[in-house]
């Protein structure tokens, strides 16, 4: 029975993973002002367009926009990549502000960023598991791009546009896709390869962790989350395990934990009936980490549940690979399995929640058990942002603001 219901849960997970459009951007400015200015227009342009075509489909929810961003160089900085991270993520909640469209809801617009690696010195070029990707995994993984999307100028734009025109999948099939080029506005000055990693602007991490651990409640997710989400993967030593099946001597495994408020702790929250359940909020998690880590066209998913008596119990546990999982914990307190389990040794917070990262370590103290290295991501706002009201720029990077809006949307249809 336990087969059966994993196997549905993987059907269900997969099934509405379908990627509308791929944005290939291989010069991109690290300085948001300029990135915005290169950028902007562009996003704007393919977001309405792809709003639009979601809200033609009702059955297809929102349209999922992939954002690959080039990066050359060798390591993994990560203060570099979160900033830069941040940077995409708030550009897109601001140009959907000013644009009126839909981010990660109905008739609207799923846009995932990662990193693909053109030179192979990253990751190598054949790496199939992200949030750095190899060039040859990202042109041969079976991802249904309708529409791919290219800078004109690129140095390397005719050939991606031959290979992703009709790229031969890792299966053997042929995949066609509508490639466009785009016209982004540059400063005049020659051209970059990408997001250099080892410019010697940010620190690498200070040390390799095989066990690392996020928490929120991830109600609706939204730019703020994935933009988290996606720096508790860097923070993480996927190279050697996610590459190499886990070795039987005990080569240790790569474990990504991600504690999830569970649903008797809401009922106070704003426009708590507008809330999805635990179980939405772990697939919802789920679906978008598996969008910006597996771009395996072989790879197989094994989901199992464990309910176990006394905190942190309730889990969900995701194999990727026989040396990547993941675990959806149910919470009940704001530490989580970062005190009940003394493998963990990285925790990644917002900057708006550093406290709680250093009362989690003073937790741990009490136990004996060695501290956390914490990593501090960057939080959204609307500094330097485009010329979309406060108001409007919230309501893409917050669970509340979402739900008012849901309860809006409903108060209006029911008239």
Known sequence: ???????????????DSR????????DTPLAFAALKETCGHALSTILQAHATASRDDKDRGPAVLDIAVSACGKGKPFDLLQRFLADMYRLLAAVSAAASVELDGPGGVDARVFFVDLDGQACGDACSYGPIIGVKSLMRSNRSWDTVYLASG?????????????RETTDNRIKTADVRTLDLKTSGEKPSTGLVLDQGTAPPTAAAHSSVAVGGTFDHLHAGHKLLLTATVLALDTCSSISQPAQRDGQEKRVVTVGITGDELLVNKKYAEFLESWEDRWQGVWRFLQSIIDFSSSSTVDIRREN???????????????????????IADPFGPTITDRDITALVVSKETRSGGQAVNDERLKKGWPTLEVFEVDVLDTADAVSASEDSFESKISSTEIRRRRMNLAKESSL
Request: net charge positive; hydrophobic share 40%.
């Open 154 to 166: 690129c140095e390397r734009a005719a050939s991606f546009a031959a290979m992703l025109s009709a």
């Open 19 to 26: 990627h509308s459009a791929l944005l290939l951007l291989t």
């Open 308 to 330: 176990e008596p006394g905190p942190n119990g309730r889990r969900v546990i995701v194999s990727l690979s026989p040396g990547l999982e993941f675990r959806f914990v149910q």
């Open 1 to 15: 029975d336990l087969h059966v219901r994993s196997r549905r849960q993987r059907q269900m997970c997969i099934r």
